[in-house]
């Protein structure tokens, strides 16, 4: 099946490029960050094997959506979107925590509190709690962001102490964090769905703290279904959801969980298929709109001709 795997351009002023997990970075002059989301998936902190086909496109389209509802709410990087599968933006020093906030026991959060924890990155856990339960209130779980490997938990005071973020910002970021949060709760409920938890990323610009990156996608967050939750969590099942999780679970069945040692399971084009039809479902979910699959016959001549114009466009303003 077609997908766009990766990119590597040449831009006129480009600094750098960075390959991530999903995104192609380029630096253009230091002053624009230029984001291919690609077709890659990743689980457990690992590349998978086989990408998916129009997974970059939705994780794109759908943060751009939020982006700009946002920007109100807190300020953001983003300048446009030359392409399906592109972002231009501000380049952001980023901070190195990603700020992980849940309003449900579930994924990481579930892993830990089976296995008897009830403290995760400073704060405290009830007891008693089943899978998929609200918390009182949402919670906030930081990790350190991991060049390779497994991203770390970490407390509050530990990344200010460590000096990882100082105060003032990180009581910025927290905030920010939590408006976010809110505002995508809400939006989620008004289209029949529970935002379960999601993880944001920030950066400076100048003296600004800017939200960097992808937000409230399957990438990035887990969605439950509302109109099932009650009856489905009252029965002890398992949860409809609009995320990778189910990806993450297919993983754990087939005895992978990014350990030391282990080598990740090779989709199959059926199960490829299902998990591209999982993205399309949560875009159309999300944001109301009609998926447009791009034309994948010149993807790559494609996005190089809109990022160049785009580029140009912005460098001659």
């Not at 984001?35 to 496109?57: E, N, Y």
């Not at 807190?74 to 501000?90: E, Q, Y």
């Not at 754990?252 to 999982?278: H, K, T, W």
Request: proline share 5%; aromatic share 12%.
């Amino acid at each position: 099946m077609e997908a766009l795997v990766s990119t590597h351009f040449n831009f006129d002023n480009q600094v750098s490029f960075y390959k991530g997990k999903v995104r192609d970075v380029y630096n253009i002059d230091n002053k624009y960050l230029a984001m291919v989301a690609c077709d890659r998936i990743s689980a457990f902190d690992i590349v998978l094997p086989k990408p998916i086909p129009f997974k970059g496109q939705v994780l794109n389209q759908i943060a751009a959506h939020f982006l700009t509802l946002t920007k109100n709410i807190v300020p953001n990087w983003l300048i446009n979107c030359p392409d399906p599968n592109v972002s231009i933006g501000h380049c952001c020093e980023p901070f190195k925590v990603e700020m992980v906030i849940r309003g449900y026991l579930a994924g990481h959060a579930w892993r830990e509190y089976k296995i008897g924890k009830r403290v995760i990155c400073g704060v405290s856990m009830p007891d008693g709690m089943r899978e998929n339960d609200p918390f009182p209130e949402p919670i906030l779980t930081p990790t350190i962001k991991a060049s390779e490997g497994h991203d770390e938990d970490i407390s509050r005071e530990d990344i200010i102490a460590s000096g990882l973020v100082n105060e003032s910002d990180y009581l910025i970021l927290e905030d920010y964090t939590r408006k976010l949060f809110a505002f995508g709760s809400t939006y989620a409920r008004k289209q029949g769905l529970i935002l379960v938890d999601t993880k944001y990323e920030f950066g400076k610009f100048g003296n600004d703290v800017m939200l960097m990156d992808e937000i409230h996608t399957p990438d990035s967050s887990r969605y439950f279904y509302a109109d099932t939750y009650e009856q489905i969590q009252e029965g002890n099942q398992q949860q409809r959801q609009l995320s990778k999780e189910f990806v993450r679970q297919w993983l754990i069945e087939n005895g992978f969980q990014g350990l030391e040692g282990q080598i990740a399971p090779v989709f199959s084009d059926e199960f490829i298929n299902l998990v591209s039809q999982r993205y399309i479902e949560l875009f159309e979910k999300i944001t109301a709109q009609k998926f447009v699959p791009q034309d994948y016959s010149q993807a790559q001549k494609r996005v190089e001709e809109n990022m160049h114009n785009a580029l140009k466009e912005l460098q001659t303003a």
